[in-house]
């Protein structure tokens, strides 16, 4: 099975979007003590958002060649202030503390797996609103770019 190129910007938010419902059933099963179940939720939000970066990468790298995404161009009929808010507001921290949640994602299931809880639950804090953040902005970023100025 090959996916079509043009399909990859809509899995690559589909993914953000699983990992944001996954983020959040994981924090709702801790809130009630349910660790398997939180557990679960995290690891598997992990490789989610794992098979995103893959998937993110190599169509970035493979299918474009390198070549950047321009709001510019992807939403032409968009007033000329909004590619300041896309850029500036959006896409900036988004890239910044998406980068930032990598590692500190990894630390902490690092952590929780070891046992170590109070460090685990030290750096969760920080962890999950970046990660949610990461996940709501890179979903908000494909709705910019692919649908809230579609031209077709």
Known sequence: MTIPPESFPSLNASLNGASLL???????????????????????????????????????????????TRFEDQAPSAPYWMKYVYY????????????????????????GLRGQLTRHVRVARWTLPLWLYSSVTGVVVYWMLYRLYATD
């Open 22 to 68: 996954l983020l959040l059933a994981g924090y709702i099963a801790i809130r009630c003590r349910q660790r398997n179940l939180h557990a679960a939720c995290m690891l598997t939000a992990l490789v989610v958002s794992a098979a995103f970066l893959v998937s993110y990468l190599y169509y970035h790298i493979v299918i474009k060649a390198g070549q950047e």
């Open 88 to 111: 500036f507001v959006l896409l900036i921290p988004h890239i910044i503390l998406a980068t930032i949640t990598v590692p500190l994602a990894l630390y902490t299931a690092y952590q």
